[in-house]
């Protein structure tokens, strides 16, 4: 018998725009937790700056409301010290492209046990408006006369990288993001998915109707384990795939770190140090 249902983990109402894509994402994680049945009180969602941050307002799990584009090292501390707990990071595409790009490769590097959804919308919402880095050619309040700057592909970047779990989804299409929200969370290592999350206020040109003409679903016969193959689909200009592109199993960073700490206690015969004795080492 389920202990925990979706409205265990649901807390304010949401404060988005009537129409906003956030709201099935919201709704897919939930629904998630609650398959998986997870103790609100031993699961985190960690977010950036954005629209979408503000998911930790609107969840009944721990919540941890970071600083712009620090989500995902925040993260990564929290699972350190608390390695039992389920961490989900949350966030848009100025957040995680932008000011946190950095973090996202080294995430991907050293592959944490934790799940990251970044919900792209192609523009910098909470601000009114400006042009994001997955933006097309835009006018905007800082770009009058239309962005310059080539657009970034997350999931090429990400293909790039090595992450060990990607995938992408739609909010429109709320059974498969569910699903690929559950495989991530329950892949071992360092999940990312990016979901298409249309703007309907500040974004004319990132629509849901113009994203149905465009978005299909992967070839059944796309193999996972093939990251070329998953940048020949990422590489497409027509048509934006949909689904998971690639997921391999290597080494987490919290089983390197738990061996780290094994050879280290061996090397003292296993004695515990006191702070004081460990502070010494480096006097």
Known sequence: MEK???NDYKSNKPTWCPGCGNFAVLT???????????????TTIVSGIGCSSRFPFFSKTYGFHSIHGRALPTAMGLKVANPETE??????????FSIGGNHFIHASRKNPNITYIVMDNEIYALTKGQNSPTSHSITTKVNPYEAIE???????MALSFDTSFIARGYSGNLP???DLIYK????????FIHVLSPCVQYNEKFTYDLLQERIRPLPENHDTKNRLAGMELAFDNKYLYTGLFYDVNKPTFDEKLASVRKGAKEKMDNKELSYKEIMEQFA
């Not at 990071?89 to 995680?96: E, L, R």
């Not at 080539?150 to 090429?156: A, G, K, S, T, W």
Request: proline share 4%.
């Open 87 to 96: 961490v989900v990071v949350v966030g848009g595409d100025g957040d995680g």
């Open 184 to 191: 991530g969370m329950q892949h071992e290592g360092f999940s």
């Open 150 to 156: 080539d657009r970034i592909n997350p999931v090429l």
């Open 28 to 42: 897919a994680l939930t629904s998630v937790f609650a398959e998986f049945q997870l103790d609100p009180d031993e």
């Open 176 to 178: 498969q993001l569910k």
């Open 4 to 6: 925990y249902t979706l």
